[in-house]
Every structure is written in C-alpha cells, then in structure tokens.
C-alpha cells in the first residue's frame, strides 16, 4: 500500500515564511492537494493540482511538488493560518484515496 | 454551494446506521463525491467514492464489505449505508465533492459506535 508521511508539527514566527512538506512514492506520478483545517471546523482546499490556488485563497499559499515529495509554503505566515494542514494524493494503483497524517503549524 | 450531512448517531457495535449528505448550489451529477472522516484528535481518512453516474466506487480497505456508497442524482443526495460498524468507526464522517480534489466540504455528522 502507499502512504503519504508529513512532519507532526511545524513553527513559523509572525510575517515569516514557512515550508510544510509531503513525501510518499503515488506523488511520482500523482498530483496532490492541501487542505487547512482549524479546530472545530471542516478542512478547506489551499492547493489542488500540486500547486493551483483556488480562488480566495491568499497569494502567501502556493505549492510546489519535485519526486517523491511536495510542499505548500506560506509567505509571511499570519496568525489566521496557525491550523492543520493534511497533503493528499492517490495510492500508487490510483485507485484508493490518501491523505498524510498532517502537520499542526505554530506561528509565534 | 453547500453539502449537509445527517444521519450520525451513537450506534452499538454490530448494528447499522446510514448516512445521507444533501447537495445544494451546483449540479450534483457532474461531479464524484466521497466520504472522509475523521476520528476524534486524529487525521483525515479517505473511506469510500462514487463517480458521477455511480458506475465507480471505492473503498478504504478497512470498510470494504460492510460499507456501500450510494447516490441519487434525482434528489441531489449522496449515502452510506454502513453495516456491522465496529468501535473503530467512530468518527465525523464528511462528504466532499470531487474536481480532482475535494474542493467542497460539509460540516460533518458524528458517528459514536459504542455499547
């Protein structure tokens, strides 16, 4: 089976920039997306497509994807963005649906 | 746009509940549509997908054989039906429309499978 690994934590001081990333082998050859959850709510999508902002969502948020590995960074991390944030793909048959286990980041 | 889920409940281990989310804004049958849930304090899990006109589904490994996704495009409304829930089921369970990725989310409906 395939799984997608990420940092469990990850801290970033106010107005700086801040790297989460995402490793698992289906991201050869399948895009990703990215998601941001606060507590109690439900996830919203910051990143599809390895590195496509959908529409309102900040220009501070953008991805990039190179290998087995790809990472959403945000440039000059505000305190609204202090959240989970979840990569996802497909396994490498592509059939099955996975997401990493998620990243909580701090801004300071 | 909105997705709204129902059906949640506590459930004793063995028994059965079924899900419902209800589309409203866009045209349901132009897109897939799946379940992702989440445990309390834990990840996001992927559990199950239908494409548009239900000719596809998929399921995690650990739901297959006792979840079955469901859809209505008559009615704009997505299901799962779950069977012979087990105490590891327990979760908000979300419905998500899919463009490739989910860019749609409900709010969720918990799921307590607990005696």
């Known amino acids: 089976s395939s799984e997608l690994t990420q940092d469990p934590t990850v801290s970033v001081a106010l107005g700086q920039t801040v790297r989460i990333t995402c490793q698992g082998d289906s991201l050869r050859s399948y895009y990703a997306s990215w998601y941001q959850q606060k507590p109690g709510q439900a996830p919203i999508l910051v990143i599809s497509?390895?590195?496509s902002r959908p529409s309102g969502i900040p220009d501070r948020f953008s991805g990039s994807g190179s290998g087995n590995t790809v990472s959403l960074t945000i440039t000059g991390a505000q305190a609204e963005d202090e959240a989970d944030y979840y990569c996802?793909?497909?396994?490498?048959?592509?059939?099955?649906?996975?997401f990493g286990g998620g990243t909580r980041l701090t801004v300071l | 746009v909105q997705l709204v889920e129902s059906g949640g409940g506590l459930v004793q281990p063995g028994r059965s509940l079924r899900l419902s989310c209800a589309a409203s804004g866009f045209s349901f049958d132009d897109y897939a549509m799946h379940w992702v849930r989440q445990a309390p304090g834990k990840g996001l899990e992927w559990v199950s997908s239908?494409?548009?006109?239900?000719?596809?589904?998929g399921y995690v490994d650990s739901v297959k054989g006792r979840f079955i996704i469901s859809r209505d495009n008559a009615k704009n409304s997505l299901y799962l039906q779950m069977t012979r829930l087990r105490p590891e089921d327990t979760a908000l369970y979300y419905c998500?429309?899919?463009?490739?990725?989910?860019?749609?989310w409900g709010r969720g409906t918990m799921v307590t499978v607990s005696s």
């Open positions: 998500a429309r899919a463009t490739g990725a989910f860019d749609v």
């Open positions: 497509n390895t590195n």
């Open positions: 996802n793909s497909r396994d490498n048959s592509g059939d099955r649906v996975i």
């Open positions: 239908i494409s548009w006109n239900s000719g596809t589904r």
